[in-house]
């Protein structure tokens, strides 16, 4: 016995010729939020689809509680399911889609009225219980969606986009729903999105896929802060991470990352190896670790060319050694554009990659 809850082994899938999962490991421990997240095409929603078993693999296993559930029909995985579409009956009530499936299983009525109460209480739409789909918002079809799955009373979650069909408001108000969801059942959640802000505040550990292969599995801040390899520095965060492209040089003994004739001091970056004077590097900086007209500013050529007011924070766009790069800085600071500014960098948070591998160095 383990205490993963899923755990998927060596798994593949292709269409015809096309791979589009490859020799793909995952574990997910027993309560956890995992995200899978990806943009368009990148095997997220077909991974989730292969756990809930809508995809028959080509190779590999699948294991929900430590039972090897590959060939299971997706009715005897002990899963829920949310997807994207609401996927109601709009001929049924609220009341009705939850207990449908259950009525199909022949549970007792008394459970039913049971876990239908349930599910109505936790996603507080007791109110809604008498209406049909069509006289709901997105919002409330969505949470009747999330309770169909509930009242199954399952150990694993599987929820593939369920949000992006809804506007911001609705989107930020029903993330915290899911949170809180999680927080109370403990029970273990998959879900799946392309949007990163659903994934850096949902997930207890997030995988960052493309092309059918995990980047980087950790949790939120380990992801934003130090990023595996290129394509998850720019894949996360908004706005994305600057890069500069540069090369490791040493200057007495210190080694310096040079860009376009100006050294950045290396003493405070956190390097996983030793740093080879002559190395091509890109070095990525986040734009809240760029600091503005601050002592020991080592670059004085940069001047702002668009300023974006954001409430709390202000974003700059710079124009600096013939690139644009984002700063963002606290609101109450204010710059017009063409100032000049001096900025300098926190290496001590920043992130260096290999030129040739893209791998963080």
């Given amino acids: 016995m383990n205490n993963n809850s899923v755990s998927v082994r060596d798994l593949s899938l292709s269409f015809g010729a096309v791979t589009v999962l490859e020799t ?7 309560g956890e939020f995992l995200v899978l997240l990806g943009s368009s095409g990148c095997g997220k929603s077909t991974l989730l689809n292969c756990i809930a078993g809508l995809l028959d693999v080509s190779d590999g296993q699948i294991f929900i509680k430590d039972r090897n559930v590959t060939w299971e029909e997706p009715k005897d995985r002990g899963i829920g399911m949310v997807f994207q579409s609401y996927a109601l009956y709009p001929q049924m009530t609220v009341e009705g889609n939850l207990s449908f499936g259950l009525k199909v299983a022949k549970l007792p009525q008394a459970e039913i009225d049971k876990r239908v109460a349930r599910a109505a209480e936790i996603l507080q739409i007791q109110p809604l219980l008498k209406r049909k ?41 029903l993330r915290v729903e899911i949170k809180r969801l999680h927080q109370s ?8 999105t392309h949007d990163q802000i659903e994934a850096l505040t949902l997930a207890d550990r997030i995988a960052v896929m493309k092309s059918g292969v995990i980047q980087q599995l950790a949790d939120p801040m380990t992801i934003y802060n130090m990023p595996e390899n290129l394509f998850v520095a720019g894949f996360i965060g908004s706005p ?25 001091a290396m003493d405070a970056y956190p390097a996983r190896g030793p740093l080879e004077a002559g190395r091509k590097v890109v070095l990525g900086v986040r734009p809240e670790h760029v600091k503005v007209d601050e002592p020991g500013a080592e670059i004085h050529d940069a001047v702002v060319d668009i300023e974006e007011p954001m409430g709390a924070d202000n974003l700059l766009w710079l124009k600096l ?16 554009p063409g100032k000049a500014l001096q900025l300098s960098f926190d290496m001590s948070m920043a992130s260096v990659f290999d030129a040739v591998t893209e791998n963080r160095i």
């Fill in 24 to 30: 793909l490991n995952l574990d997910i421990k027993d």
């Fill in 321 to 336: 050694a013939g690139q644009t790069i984002s700063v963002r800085i606290a609101g109450s600071r204010r710059y017009a």
């Fill in 240 to 264: 994305s991470m600057n890069f500069f492209r540069g090369e490791i040089k040493d200057r007495g003994g210190r080694k310096v990352v040079e860009i376009n004739g100006v050294d950045f």
């Fill in 185 to 192: 059942l403990k029970n273990t959640m998959i879900y799946v």
């Fill in 133 to 173: 789909p069509s006289e709901l918002s997105g919002g409330q079809r969505q949470r009747v969606a999330i309770g169909r799955a509930l009242v199954r009373d399952v150990d694993v979650f599987l929820f593939d986009e369920p949000l992006s069909n809804l506007d911001a408001k609705l989107r930020s108000e």
